[in-house]
Nanobody, 123 residues
Framework: QLQLAESGGGFVQPGGSLRLSCVAS????????IGWFRQAPGKEREGVSCISSRDDRRHYSESVKGRFTISRDNAKNTVFLQMNSLKPEDTGIYYC????????????????WGQGTQVTVSS
């Protein structure tokens, strides 16, 4: 069974950093492209960043470009999202998904969302 589990969220002040993890089970993270999404209260889930499966193409939304970095560790079967210079508008539940690249970057239709990990940025 293919599954992804998100972790690493927390409460941080503006300007702080967090590193989110997306651990795969049932498949290896180099088989599929992986996308990170977030959902703020009262808003639709939106794509944040994504990485292709074999050639490490990366994409970032305009709102996080220059602050977030996506990476993949095949040995740990994990995709990370390093988030720096966090802002209050980064607050939300962060999810990851697998799929073809590049739709995995922006297509929020998915039947296997996990529980996500909560990120709260506030002073």
């Amino acid at each position: 069974q293919l599954q992804l589990a998100e972790s690493g969220g927390g409460f941080v002040q503006p300007g702080g950093s967090l590193r989110l993890s997306c651990v795969a089970s049932g498949f290896t993270v180099d088989e599929y492209a992986i996308g990170w999404f977030r959902q703020a209260p009262g808003k639709e889930r939106e794509g944040v960043s994504c990485i292709s499966s074999r050639d490490d193409r990366r994409h970032y939304s305009e709102s996080v470009k220059g602050r977030f970095t996506i990476s993949r560790d095949n040995a740990k079967n994990t995709v990370f999202l390093q988030m720096n210079s966090l802002k209050p508008e980064d607050t939300g539940i962060y999810y990851c998904k697998w799929g073809p690249f590049p739709p995995v970057c922006y297509d929020n239709s998915f039947d296997f969302w996990g529980q996500g990990t909560q990120v709260t940025v506030s002073s």
